[in-house]
T-cell receptor, first 112, second 113 residues
Framework: GENVEQHPSTLSVQEGDSAVIKCTYSDSASNYFPWYKQELGKRPQLIIDIRSNVGEKKDQRIAVTLNKTAKHFSLHITETQPEDSAVYFCAVMDTGRRALTFGSGTRLQVQP | DAGITQSPRHKVTETGTPVTLRCHQTENHRYMYWYRQDPGHGLRLIHYSYGVKDTDKGEVSDGYSVSRSKTEDFLLTLESATSSQTSVYFC????????????FGQGTRLTVV
């Protein structure tokens, strides 16, 4: 099955700074890469996703980049705000199981 | 939010007892999933379903079974609960195979004492 590694496990930034979270995966056939945000006590919710035919996607302050050759993708958050504080999960579609395999999560803390 | 509800939301049970968690959707999505969430492990797939009576194992399926007799319901059963199954359980649904958003339920916090 798919193996997804996510770094760092915790990240603390000052408000207004940028934050970058990185994930690597093992199956070169994978073609869908979503990012989820989970606030304390809440369900994970999709914030952005990218497919393998695209190298970069942006949505306001959030962007995701994908390097299929190196099998890694990253989440970039610019101009961070306190409400960005949450746990972020990367995920990869496991083409064998037809289900998402998740990274272990990154706890982002934005200091005001 | 997508129409997906889990029940119960919280449960405390004793070691060795059977427990069933329910996931109900009103979206008519084909795919349904059960994940468990534990600190340091993210979300790990227990079982999933790709249609009525069509289910398959995930990476942490030992000690769990599932059933899907209707499109809208996906049940997760712990045959004999153990303390290692104390966790938060999330159900998720997805419309098509691969490449689309998965929507999560609110989660069920299960404590096995």
């Amino acid at each position: 099955g798919e193996n997804v590694e996510q770094h760092p496990s915790t990240l603390s930034v000052q408000e207004g700074d940028s934050a970058v979270i990185k994930c690597t995966y093992s199956d070169s056939a994978s073609n869908y890469f979503p990012w989820y945000k989970q606030e304390l006590g809440k369900r994970p919710q999709l914030i952005i996703d990218i497919r393998s035919n695209v190298g970069e996607k942006k949505d306001q302050r959030i962007a995701v980049t994908l390097n299929k050759t190196a099998k890694h993708f990253s989440l970039h958050i610019t101009e961070t705000q306190p409400e960005d504080s949450a746990v972020y999960f990367c995920a990869v579609m496991d083409t064998g199981r037809r289900a998402l395999t998740f990274g272990s999560g990154t706890r982002l803390q934005v200091q005001p | 939010d997508a129409g997906i509800t889990q029940s119960p939301r919280h449960k405390v049970t004793e070691t060795g007892t059977p427990v069933t968690l329910r996931c109900h959707q009103t979206e008519n999505h084909r795919y349904m999933y059960w994940y468990r969430q534990d600190p340091g492990h993210g979300l790990r797939l227990i079982h999933y379903s790709y249609g009525v009576k069509d289910t398959d194992k995930g990476e942490v399926s030992d000690g769990y079974s599932v059933s899907r007799s209707k499109t809208e319901d996906f049940l997760l059963t712990l045959e004999s609960a153990t303390s290692s199954q104390t966790s938060v359980y999330f159900c998720a649904i997805s419309e098509v195979e691969g490449g689309t958003e998965a929507f999560f339920g609110q989660g069920t916090r299960l404590t096995v004492v």
